[in-house]
């Protein structure tokens, strides 16, 4: 008797293991409770937003490579945008504009003080234009101007160490 | 997995479900962190992994947890897989492993929750002809029969109510039986063999 004619009556009984199923529309929901247990326990789901998107971005190529299209169109029509804003601008028109130059009123130009060691002698004809740059040394001159050292008070220079003491 | 599709084709080829193209296809986008691609493995596998794994364990919250641990590990462990085998027999083998150690956990608290027979099976020409002669209530000796089944099956070792269930239940040939269970097809013969014949000892009074 030959193996399957042995076993074909047990074969027979183990179809109805076959016939066993779970609950109706188990499967249906199967792969969903999955999915959402990978999700859970995946590390990009805890990581950063940033983390979150690349990692998004690099499985999706077609769409990595869409955004890219459209951030690299977004500049190429910003930097035609300010060229044509430029275009229409007139030439040496520059210069006369009063945030690229203030020019000096009277009374700071009459300001500058000659006694200071830093002081620089201004031709007070050209402190009137706009071109010339005004140099003013009463407020930037204190920075660096040690012959006041000494004559003013609060600034005393501190007396520097002479003997170390080691323990 | 219908009982229709499994009485047509009591042997699938995973080829059958998916080419092999289109599943390395989805392999190789789940490698790369696609949740979809893999969504539509577990589609593919879910009833078949859930099978083996009910059939080893005869209690469906058992099968529940381990088939959706099988799934959640083999998505875990994707990198590490190479490509040497199908990606079906490789999960398979991941759920037999798993489920072959959870068994050994809880070798002395075996309590059987089995699922309900399906229509069909008052239908089965051979299940019929089985009981017809012990049981003038077709319903309660399919039952019944269902029982003792699944207890036979429990008595084996591990190792023999695998090999019983992926041939003789799930259908799966002695080749691919033998990738699973990492030994070669002479020795599937043998288990196959030793088996049956245990089952056949513990379900005699059914089988003559």
């Known amino acids: 008797m030959s193996a399957s004619n042995e076993f074909s009556q047990l074969q027979k009984l183990l179809k109805l293991k076959r016939h066993e199923q779970p609950a109706h529309g188990y499967f249906i929901h199967f792969s969903d409770k999955v999915m959402a247990r990978i999700e859970a326990e995946s590390p990009v789901s805890r990581s950063s937003w940033w983390q979150w998107l690349w990692a998004s971005l690099d499985t999706k190529p077609l769409v990595a490579c869409g955004y890219t299209c459209m951030a690299a169109g977004l ?4 930097f035609g945008v300010s060229r044509s804003i430029e275009s229409d601008e007139p030439t040496g028109s520059a210069l006369v504009r009063p945030w690229y130059a203030a020019s000096p009123t009277a009374s700071q130009s009459f300001a500058l003080d000659h006694s200071s060691s830093t002081a620089l002698a201004l031709d007070r004809s050209d402190a009137a234009s706009s071109v010339t740059p005004v140099i003013s040394s009463s407020a930037p001159g204190f920075l660096f101007d040690v012959s006041r050292v000494g004559r003013e008070p609060g600034l005393q220079p501190k007396p520097e160490l002479t003997s170390y003491h080691f323990r | 997995m219908s009982s229709t599709a499994l009485d047509k084709a009591p042997a699938p080829s995973p080829a059958a479900v998916a080419s092999a193209q289109s599943e390395q296809s989805l392999v190789h986008r789940a ?28 209690n469906h919250d058992d099968a529940n947890d381990l088939a959706q641990d099988t799934f959640i590990k083999a ?7 190479k490509g040497d085998s199908s990606f079906f027999t490789w999960v398979y083998r991941i759920a037999v492993n798993k489920t072959i150690n959870f068994l050994k956990q809880r ?22 002809a089985l009981i017809s002669e012990r049981t003038p209530r077709r319903e309660v000796g399919l039952s019944e029969l269902q029982e003792k089944l699944n207890a036979a099956m429990l008595k084996l070792s591990d190792i023999h109510r695998l090999v019983i269930t992926l041939h003789d239940v799930q259908g799966l040939s002695h080749e691919e039986i033998g990738k699973i269970m990492d030994c070669n097809t002479g020795t599937v013969r043998s288990r196959l063999f030793y088996a049956r014949q245990q089952m056949q000892a513990y379900l005699s009074d059914y089988l003559k």
């Open chain 2, 75 to 81: 998505y875990q462990a994707l990198k590490s897989f």
């Open chain 2, 107 to 128: 070798r002395n608290r075996m309590h059987m929750s089995l699922n309900d027979l399906d229509f069909n099976a008052e239908h089965d020409a051979d299940l019929v």
């Open chain 1, 75 to 78: 500049l190429v029509i910003g």
């Open chain 2, 31 to 58: 490698r790369n962190g696609d949740l979809e691609a893999y969504d539509e493995l577990v589609r593919i596998y879910q009833e078949r992994i859930y099978s083996a794994v009910y059939h080893m364990t005869a």
